[in-house]
Every structure is written in structure tokens, then in C-alpha cells.
């Protein structure tokens, strides 16, 4: 009996069991279960540290200097005619193989609907143009702990009675900055009687920041860096919001220096779910929710949990087992073969978005996005051959085990808001993330939208991000 089988056998037997129960019995159960839930993450809490450590690093090639340029230049994407032509030279010499019959996106890209897509980044993409888009915001690089750190940096349309609070957004795997030109302008001008100075880093190994030189580069590293760019940027207090890996980072900046981070906002809940009183919830909580902090929505999108949490993600993760041991040496195809390149992260944006797109011959992809957008984004990696740096970061993050990780077992006790979007890859009911976040001020099921909130639906999570901000600056205030 494999590992997967013993855990459906588990699951079916306790299931089997409770199904037994009469309703009082059931009821006990549930209190009993809550209460040892109840208990355990107290007692976590109360041994667990309040912060992780600054620490400190250098990633530049070579020995660390005696000092180090804090400068911040002014930065411009720019092409060339070379550029261009290497592309298009790399595309015209590109080999399909054909996709299997009724196959749609369940084997991943489908080569019929890939080919329409490099039809148009041939002949109708133009990149020149969008580097132009890119330009329209002002971008920096500022070097630090040895590496050129690239970020943009949009002031506000401030009006009369608003105040202006810096939010740093950090974007996570296979995005890049990009991402957040569709919010930018919702949050830099608004109604609410508040407005954002929006600072979007690049993290060290994507798009125009330096990859590190060196091994060991995680999310704590890449909080501790972004800290002291708002710091040389002149922030001593901030906002913080991100998804995927920025998600790790912007959460990591709020246990590192907490006094900096004056709210945190997610798109993608992170808390650990091996308790014994999660265990007991989840097995609970599709027969009488309302006794374990479940709400309705929570079950519908919770359950069937094998399929939803175990099933679905092992289909969707074959990417990261590679990037989190070798990436190397599959970055290397990858960094060579545009059209690879873009199979490989449209992919993402199609499943990722929804997994019902694996249904669909086109992937779904234009439904929620442009192929100039996307394309984009495939170009920012392309042009700066950042594709293997980024996957590095898998490995970095995931060579020991995450649960005994400092960051892991520290909470978060800034004041945070979660937008729980319904087609991210995994729910976490707000039961759940309480464990780990101590100051939810703000816990939103939104309406629609996956995994590239910012990307996919600009409008609802600015309005998400706006209301958290309203209500902690109230009680700020108070």
C-alpha cells in the first residue's frame, strides 16, 4: 500500500467512524476537539518567539568590501534591433511536437493553441511598444548586501484630506513586477481618504534585480533586504502585501521588524495545518462546521478535501519538485528556447487562474488576461535570463524542512487582512490562518479570481486592500 492509499484509508475509517455517532455524541466530540485545538495553539503560542532574527548578508560576487554604494539611480528598460531579431530568429526555429487527441491543457501547454500564441508574439507582439508601457512608471536599482536591487516607485495624486501611506507589493513565481500595472493606478488615486506611494521590488534573481552570487538566498534573506530598501528609501513605517513567494517575504518583513510593518495584507494565506486540533477540524468540520470555526463557504471550497488538497496539488506541483532540487539543469532549455520558455509560465497562468482551464483546448488563458500582458511578463524573464535564478529560489527555500523553519513557527502579530480568493490552489478557512496571524483585522472571501490576484482582478483586491488599510488606520487613530 503506497503513502497516499494509507492516508485515503485513514481518512475514510475516521469518516466511517464519526458517521456512526448520534448527534450529541458527535457535538461532544467537536467540543472536545476544539478545546485540545484551543489548548495546543495556545501553547504554541506561548513558546513560540515574537520575531525572527534581522541577521544580516552579502551576496555580491567575490569577498565582501569595507563599504558599499547606497546610491539609488534612476532605471530604464530598454531593447534593441539585436535583441529583436535573436528572438524572432530563436521562434522561427522552433519544433512542435503534435498535442495527444482531447488532451486540452491536462498534459500541460497545448502545442495547438501554443502555436496560435507564437503566431502572434511573431508577427504581432511588438516590444518596443511595451517597453514603453514598462517605462511609464519610474524605475530604480539601489545596490544592496552586494547585489542591484531593481524596484518601481509610483507617487500618488494626493487630494485634500487624504493621507498618503507607503504599501510595498511584492510579486512571487512565475510574475514579475509587472503584475501590479493593472492595481497601480487604483491605488495611487482613490476616493478613500486614503492613497498609496506603491514601491514594487523586483526579488534578487527576477527580472531586473541581480541574482545572488551565492547559495542560501530565501524569503527571510529577500525580507531583510526589501527592509533596508525602505529604509534607504526614507520608510519607517509601511504597508506590506503580497501572493505566492511575496506572500512568504512580505509575512517574513512582518516578523522581522514588526515596529516597520504597520499592516499586512495577502492574497495567498499561509498556516500550518499539522496540529492535532486542524486535523480534528478538518475531519469535523464537513459534518458540523459551525462547531470547529467553518463557515458554508469554507466547506464548499475545502471539500472533497483529497481531491481539492492532495490530488489536485500533486498534478500541479511536478514543476516544483524540480525546482526546489535541480533547477539548473532544467532552466537551462528553458533559457535557451523562448517558446519553452512561455510554455512553461503560461501554463501557470492557465491552471493557476483555474484549474477548470485544464479542461479547455485554449487553456483559458485570454479570458482573464491579454497575450500582450502575458507576454510581457514571459519577455521581462526572456531578456534578462532570469529564468534559472528565480527557479533557484525554490531550492533555497525548500533545502530544510519548512515546518522547523524559524518563520514557521514564529506568528505574525502586526494587524493583517487575507482576501481569500476562490480559485487559489488551497483554502485556508480563517480558523486556520488565526493560528499563525494574531491580529486579523480583515478576512474577505472574495467574489472570483485565483492565484494572480493583482494580475487577474486589479479592482476587487484594491478595494480589499483599501478597506483593511481604512479600518487599521481607524483604530490607529481612535
Not at 534578487?204 to 525580507?223: C, L
Not at 492532495?310 to 528556447?337: F, M, V, W
Request: aromatic share 12%.
Amino acid at each position: 500500500m503506497g503513502f497516499e492509499d494509507s492516508i485515503v484509508q485513514t481518512v475514510e475509517c475516521i469518516k466511517e467512524t464519526i458517521g456512526n455517532l448520534d448527534r450529541s455524541k458527535l457535538q461532544l466530540l467537536a467540543l472536545s476537539s476544539a478545546g485540545v485545538g484551543a489548548l495546543l495553539c495556545y501553547v504554541a503560542w506561548k513558546q513560540s518567539p515574537k520575531t525572527i532574527p534581522m541577521g544580516d548578508g552579502w551576496w555580491g560576487a567575490g569577498e565582501k568590501p569595507l563599504s558599499e554604494d547606497k546610491t539609488v539611480h534612476r532605471f530604464v528598460v530598454k531593447t534593441s534591433v539585436e535583441e529583436i531579431e535573436d528572438l524572432h530568429r530563436r521562434i522561427d526555429q522552433t519544433r512542435f511536437t503534435d498535442p495527444l487527441e482531447d488532451s486540452c491543457f491536462h498534459y500541460g501547454f497545448n502545442s495547438s493553441y501554443l502555436k496560435r500564441v507564437v503566431s502572434f508574439w511573431r508577427q504581432e507582439f511588438d516590444w518596443e511598444k511595451q517597453v514603453k508601457v514598462i517605462n511609464q512608471y519610474p524605475h530604480f536599482k539601489t545596490k544592496i548586501e552586494g547585489i542591484d536591487v531593481h524596484f518601481v516607485h509610483v507617487k500618488p495624486v494626493q487630494k485634500s484630506g487624504q493621507t498618503v501611506l507607503p504599501l510595498m507589493m511584492v510579486h512571487g513565481w512565475p510574475g514579475t513586477f509587472y503584475e501590479f500595472y493593472g492595481i497601480l493606478p487604483l491605488l495611487i488615486e482613490t476616493d478613500s481618504n486614503v492613497v498609496f506611494e506603491v514601491i514594487c521590488p523586483s526579488i534578487p534573481g527576477y527580472g531586473y534585480s541581480e541574482a545572488p552570487h551565492k547559495k542560501g538566498f530565501n524569503t527571510m534573506e529577500a525580507a531583510r533586504i526589501f527592509h533596508k530598501l525602505m529604509e534607504r528609501l526614507g520608510f519607517t513605517e509601511f504597508y506590506v502585501q503580497g501572493g505566492d513567494w511575496g506572500a512568504f517575504i512580505t509575512s517574513n518583513m512582518a516578523q522581522m521588524k514588526p515596529e516597520c510593518v504597520r499592516g499586512l495584507h495577502l492574497n495567498m494565506i499561509i498556516a500550518r495545518t499539522d496540529s492535532l486540533g486542524q486535523l480534528l477540524s478538518l475531519v469535523i468540520g464537513r459534518y458540523l462546521p459551525f462547531l470547529v470555526g467553518f463557515t458554508k463557504e469554507d466547506v464548499r471550497r475545502l471539500y472533497p478535501y483529497m481531491e481539492k488538497n492532495i490530488y489536485d496539488i500533486l498534478r500541479e506541483t511536478g514543476y516544483l519538485h524540480i525546482q526546489a532540487s535541480k533547477p539548473d539543469t532544467a532552466g537551462c532549455g528553458l533559457n535557451d528556447s523562448p517558446v519553452g520558455l512561455a510554455a512553461y509560465i503560461l501554463e501557470k497562468f492557465s491552471s493557476w487562474t483555474d484549474l477548470g482551464n485544464r479542461d479547455l483546448e485554449d487553456g483559458g488563458l485570454e479570458r482573464k488576461f491579454s497575450l500582450d500582458d502575458l507576454l510581457t511578463n514571459v519577455m521581462i524573464y526572456w531578456t534578462t535570463c532570469s529564468i534559472i535564478p528565480s527557479m533557484r529560489f525554490y531550492k533555497e527555500n525548500l533545502k530544510k524542512d519548512l515546518k522547523t523553519r524559524v518563520d514557521r513557527v514564529t506568528s505574525v502579530f502586526v494587524p493583517t487582512g487575507l482576501a481569500a480568493f476562490p480559485d487559489e490552489l488551497l483554502h485556508c478557512p480563517r480558523a486556520w490562518a488565526s493560528s499563525r496571524f494574531a491580529d486579523v483585522r480583515s478576512f474577505t472571501y472574495m467574489s472570483r479570481g485565483g492565484h494572480f490576484a493583482a494580475f487577474e482582478e486589479p479592482q476587487l483586491l484594491a478595494n480589499d486592500i483599501i478597506q483593511f488599510v481604512e479600518k487599521v488606520e481607524r483604530k490607529v487613530h481612535k
